[in-house]
């Protein structure tokens, strides 16, 4: 049996090769036939350049159906995808592909000369591009190659993608996900959430990380429907597609703004059938303003990188704000104390998962991994939680040291490590703090090295510099400059305590 994810998803593919997969902006439609078609092309282009089953093929392009291809034809090889954010810069770039070591890495036309100075020194084969439309040397290529390809066979435990997620010591920790950990999880969501023929995707997720690529994709391409293919979220344009649609995935900014549209009415949502959120907390006040808007009420669910999908909210049933739901089939969720003894209801302790579709482990880092699992096979999350007395999990923090922007992991660390290089800093402290739009913003706090006059070191130098190194994501929106750091007995920076004190910024 070739357990190749892609043939567990073309089960659920229509009968009919033209019914629509993806409707694109403009109106026109791509049907289930030509994403074969074309997934088939990208494959056998890939094994073209070399590519063979296990080798990563490392991708940093914008969202567009060629993306999708290309993912697609990437399983179908048998290759390992690695999706990176668009916004990476040099010092990203440089540590995935010298980690990952790919084969080929497909990149957008404004990063060529960089990639190909990078791809040069950490031994990728081949670069390619790939444009904001589509377009470009990797489309013109695959056009040449055969429209149909005999998908790899693949072992269920064999890797499908890895995924980096970043460390709190800052370097990146890559998450191996195999084709079982992707099918199981797809096979449970496209059927705890009750997807049926008819439904319709709108779909407005980035596609370089879990929720937008695989929780929302995978379910609509196992239900054999079609998605409404958007390059990016847009308020006003998800207002004018909502009618069209039934279902709606997205982070807790996508409905706050949804929110502030007077347009966005009861009416306009009368024809859906399910709001998901995740990648980050939904405020209760969200929560309840869009019941309240709406008539409907948000699912909101919990996962994370290293296994997609733990625990959701039942479709069927009450969906309690200010949890994340129950465990969903096939994944075990527990709540322990630091020496990993289970804890009652209403307990908050440390949240733990197992089950199938869990990763594999962090690539080229053995012991990390051992690390962060149990002795009889449960992930640390590093989340603290509780379970309520009817059995709903709750997220009461992270025992990381994670802020959560726009949807988007940053780990301060990473961005503390590149302050502290720069001439005049003596130390800093980077921290998320409330945000209406973000839901959090990355903020810092800097200590100046005894005689600097701060001339050269202002807020908008330091902005600019790190604008040049890291995602804009992740560059923190305001600097202040203090003469100390809060700290504790032991000399640790008290974090919290810069948090209460710069809390109020944006609100």
Not at 293 to 317: H, K, V, W
């Amino acid at each position: 049996m070739n357990e190749n994810l892609y043939e567990t998803l073309r089960v659920g593919f229509p009968e009919n090769a033209d019914a629509p997969c993806l409707i694109l902006p403009d109106g026109s439609a791509i049907s289930y036939g030509r994403l074969e078609q074309e997934s088939a092309r990208c494959a056998s282009l890939l094994v073209s350049l070399g590519v063979v089953p296990g080798d990563r093929v490392a991708v940093q392009v914008r969202k567009s159906p060629q993306a999708l291809f290309l993912y697609l034809g990437s399983l179908r090889a048998g290759a390992v995808y690695l999706p990176m954010n668009d916004a990476y810069q040099r010092h990203e770039i440089e540590y995935f592909l010298s980690d990952a070591t790919p084969r080929v890495f497909v990149c957008r036309p404004q990063m060529r000369a960089l990639a190909d100075e990078i791809a040069a020194k950490t031994g990728v084969g081949r670069v390619l591009e790939l444009d904001d439309e589509g377009k470009g040397e990797l489309a013109n290529m695959s056009v040449a190659q055969p429209d149909n390809f005999s998908t790899i066979n693949r072992d269920g435990d064999d890797l499908a993608a890895i995924l980096y997620t970043s460390g709190t010591t800052g370097r990146s920790k890559g998450a191996m996900l195999s084709h079982r950990n992707l099918a199981v999880n797809a096979q449970v969501l496209h059927k705890y959430w009750g997807f049926k023929p008819g439904d319709v995707l709108l779909h407005m997720l980035p596609i370089f990380h879990v929720h937008g690529l695989f929780v929302a994709i995978h379910c609509s391409l196992l239900n054999g429907t079609p998605m409404l293919f958007e390059p990016k979220f847009d308020a006003q344009r998800a207002l004018s597609l909502l009618p069209k649609a039934t279902v709606f995935m997205g982070v807790p900014t996508y409905y706050t703004r949804l929110l502030s549209d007077a347009g966005f009415t009861k009416e306009l949502c009368a024809g859906m059938r399910l709001f998901v959120s995740g990648s980050a907390p939904l405020l209760m006040e969200t929560f309840q303003e869009f019941q309240q808007r709406t008539g409907q009420t948000i699912l909101e669910r919990y996962g994370m990188t290293e296994g997609n999908m733990f625990a959701s909210n039942p479709c069927d049933g009450e969906r309690r704000g200010g949890t994340v739901g129950f465990p969903l089939p096939e994944v075990s969720i527990r709540v322990v104390d630091d020496e990993n003894r289970p804890l009652a209801a209403e307990e908050i302790g440390h949240i733990q998962v197992r089950g199938k579709s869990v990763f594999r482990g962090y690539w080229n880092m053995p012991e990390k991994t051992r690390e962060e699992f149990t002795p009889d096979g449960f992930f640390k999350t590093g989340d603290m939680g509780k379970f309520d007395k009817d059995g709903y999990l709750a997220i009461i923090g992270r025992a990381k040291d994670l802020v959560i922007s726009g949807g988007l992991n940053i780990y301060p660390r990473e961005i503390e490590e590149m302050i502290d290089m720069m001439p005049g800093v003596a130390e800093s402290a980077v921290i998320g703090i409330p945000h209406p739009d973000f839901g959090e913003a990355v903020v810092a706090a800097v200590i100046r090295q005894q005689n600097e006059t701060g001339e050269a070191l202002t807020e908008a130098a330091i902005i600019a510099a790190l604008k040049q190194e890291l995602a804009a994501f992740k560059v923190p929106k305001r600097v202040w400059f203090l003469e100390d750091l809060p700290r504790n007995a032991m000399g640790k920076i008290q974090k919290k305590s810069l948090r209460e004190q710069f809390a109020a910024t944006f609100t």
